[in-house]
């Protein structure tokens, strides 16, 4: 028999993952987690040049000069966060950002705060770094928003680190400023550090993206272009903190990747400082498919909180799991709430990643079970 590292015994691959691989072609697929959109224009040529320009070497470990100076004046303009080139650091993926924090971040014995429901990866990162997930509720009567009472309840002398997701896959939520606030003061007063999931930052609708990193010094800030610019498979975002931090994290990416795409890269700095008509358009069409899909669920007594941001509603569902099954037999994938952790078992996750068309067909269908 083999013997595995426990560490990685004690994870299990993402079941939604496995739910696609099943699923009929003429599905409609509401499982989706990243845009149906094309990377902008501007983008692909400023690629399609890069590679043309031989840019095909390893760049420096945090990414080019150039990129991460645009970064920063993002982070300054966008986030209130006064960083610099050397505080930041260009990821393979907001994936490996988390991977960084958790790797250098956590020990055993630690216990991590993180989101429930919340994305996947976050318990995944902390298993793995042999410290112990401790979850907070985030809950339907407050909209799913992260509450900063609910974060006081579960800190003590082994919290290490918080995971914040502000807007929140799977629910949508944009937390409020003074909840943000208020979990920046407790991290230098209780002297825990903060790793902020901020990949749905652009993708919002009602209510302000506020950067947690603006108020405490202890903070990750995590970005990318994944999301805004559709970029899902060139595998590219950034992270910035301080120096302290900043120096640990590079570590753990050095000898994990050693840096970030060359060519991903050059559409990184492009999208950055290029123009944003098509981000702006693809969230105009996303707040349409989410009125849409928001209205049709209430009409059908699915009770479903308007999101603020992101791709994804969590409508409450009875008997979830067997809607997630009967919804894909008559060919509409969504995924159990239950997923996400244990808040999300009365619900269901829908992305409206998907065309008008295919959700309106699709809610005609859900119509009908
Ligand atoms: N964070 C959240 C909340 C996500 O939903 C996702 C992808 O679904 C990621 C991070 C991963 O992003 P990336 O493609 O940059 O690795």
Redesign the pocket.
């Known amino acids: 028999m083999y013997d595995f590292a426990r560490r990685v015994q004690s994870i299990e691959l993402s079941q939604i993952r496995k739910m696609f691989e099943v699923t009929n072609e003429n599905a409609i697929n509401l499982g989706i987690?990243?845009p149906d959109f094309d990377v902008p224009e501007n983008i692909k040529i400023a690629m399609k040049k890069a590679i043309d320009e031989n840019y095909s070497h390893y760049t420096p470990n945090k990414g080019f000069l150039d990129l991460r100076e645009e970064i920063t004046n993002k982070f300054q303009n966008e986030n209130n966060i006064k960083t610099n080139a050397e505080n930041i650091i260009v990821t393979t993926?907001?994936?490996?950002a988390?991977y960084m924090c958790s790797q250098a971040l956590f020990d055993v014995g630690d216990e991590v705060l993180i989101p429930n429901p919340g994305?996947l990866?976050y318990e995944a990162c902390v298993k793995l770094s042999q410290a112990k997930p401790v979850e907070l509720n985030c809950l339907m009567e407050n909209d799913f928003k992260l509450k900063a009472e609910e974060v006081v309840e579960k800190i003590n002398k082994n919290t290490k680190a918080i995971i914040l997701?502000s807007p929140?896959?799977p629910t949508g939520a944009v937390m409020d400023k003074e909840d943000i606030k208020a979990i920046g003061d407790l991290s230098m007063d209780h002297d825990f550090f903060i790793i902020s999931?901020e990949?749905?930052e652009k993708i919002i609708y009602e209510n302000k993206h506020y950067s947690v990193g603006e108020y405490s010094e202890n903070t990750v800030t995590?970005n990318?272009?994944?999301?805004t610019y559709a970029m899902?498979g060139f595998?590219?975002?950034y992270l910035t903190a301080n120096e302290k931090i900043t120096s640990e994290l590079l570590k753990v990416h050095q000898y994990c990747t050693a840096c970030a795409n060359s060519i991903a890269q050059k559409g990184a700095c492009e999208a950055l400082t290029g123009p944003q008509n098509e981000v702006e358009a693809m969230v105009k069409e996303f707040k349409r498919r989410r009125d849409l899909i928001v209205d049709s669920l209430n009409d059908m007594g699915h009770e479903c909180v308007k999101s603020d941001g992101?791709f994804y509603v969590f409508p409450k569902i009875e008997n979830p799991e067997e809607f997630v099954k009967e919804a894909a037999k008559a060919g509409v994938i969504t995924v159990p709430g239950l997923a996400f952790g244990s808040v999300g078992k009365d619900h269901v996750r829908m992305s409206f990643a998907n065309s008008y068309e295919n959700i309106e067909n699709a809610m005609d269908i859900l119509r009908k079970l």
């Open positions: 987690g990243e993926g907001a994936s490996e988390l994305f990866s997701n929140s896959n999931d990949i749905y995590i990318g272009f994944s999301k899902t595998r590219i975002a992101a």
